[in-house]
T-cell receptor
C-alpha cells in the first residue's frame, strides 16, 4: 500500500474556472476526509465520508464546493467558479473508523493557485 | 467551542534543547488529542497521541503532558535535533471519532 494518493499535486487555474481533485485513500480505510490548509495555518476541516456516505460538511464550505465518494473508495473534490480566496493546499486523509482513536493518514496534498 | 488554540507560533532552539508547544481546548467532549508533524511539501503525519485518562505519554524523544482540569496539553521534544525542524500541530476530536480539529501550528527550528 502506497498510502494516501492525491492528484494533481499542483493546479494553476484562472478565476471562474472549475477544478477537480482526486484522492485515493489507503485501501482498508473506510473514512475519508478533506481539509484545506493555507500558509501558516492548521488544516481546516471541509468534509468527511464513511464509506459512500458524507457524514459531515463544514458550515464554512461554500456551495461552490462539492465532494463525492461514489463507491466508497476514491473521492473527488470539485470547486466551481474558483475565486482567488480558494488558493490553498487541499489535503485528503483516510482512517479506519472504530470507537476509539481516530488516526488520520494524510496525503501530500493538492496545491491550488487561482490567478 | 470547537477551537484548539496553539502557542507559540514559532520556536527556535539549539540542538539538544527541549522545545515545548502548548495547546488549549474548550470542548469537554474532546477525548483524543494527537500531535502531527509536517515537513514542507508533505502532508501532516501522526507523531504521538493521548487520551485524557492519563496525564503523560512518552514515545521516544516525544512526550505529551495532559492537564484535564485546565483543558491544556503540551508536546515536549527531548534532545531536539535539526531533523526535528518542522511544523507541529495539535488536534482534538470527540469520542465518536469524525473530524479532527487542528491548532494553528508551531514552526520549530532546531539550530545545529
Amino acid at each position: 500500500d502506497t498510502g494516501v494518493s492525491q492528484d494533481p499535486r499542483h493546479k494553476i487555474t484562472k478565476r471562474g474556472q472549475n477544478v477537480t481533485f482526486r484522492c485515493d485513500p489507503i485501501s482498508e480505510h473506510n473514512r475519508l476526509y478533506w481539509y484545506r490548509q493555507t500558509l501558516g495555518q492548521g488544516p481546516e476541516f471541509l468534509t468527511y465520508f464513511q464509506n459512500e456516505a458524507q457524514l459531515e460538511k463544514s458550515r464554512l464550505l461554500s456551495d461552490r464546493f462539492s465532494a463525492e465518494r461514489p463507491k466508497g473508495s476514491f473521492s473527488t473534490l470539485e470547486i466551481q467558479r474558483t475565486e482567488q480566496g480558494d488558493s490553498a493546499m487541499y489535503l485528503c486523509a483516510s482512517s479506519f473508523a472504530y470507537s476509539g482513536a481516530n488516526v488520520l493518514t494524510f496525503g501530500a496534498g493538492s496545491r491550488l493557485t487561482v490567478l | 467551542q470547537q477551537q484548539v488554540k496553539q502557542s507559540p507560533q514559532s520556536l527556535i532552539v539549539q540542538k539538544g534543547g527541549i522545545p515545548i508547544i502548548n495547546c488549549a481546548y474548550e470542548n469537554t467532549a474532546f477525548d483524543y488529542f494527537p500531535w502531527y508533524q509536517q515537513f514542507p511539501g508533505k502532508g501532516p503525519a501522526l507523531l504521538i497521541a493521548i487520551r485524557p485518562d492519563v496525564s503523560e505519554k512518552k514515545e521516544g524523544r516525544f512526550t505529551i503532558s495532559f492537564n484535564k482540569s485546565a483543558k491544556q496539553f503540551s508536546l515536549h521534544i527531548m534532545d531536539s535535533q535539526p531533523g526535528d525542524s518542522a511544523t507541529y500541530f495539535c488536534a482534538a476530536s470527540g469520542s465518536a471519532g469524525g473530524k479532527l480539529i487542528f491548532g494553528q501550528g508551531t514552526e520549530l527550528s532546531v539550530k545545529p
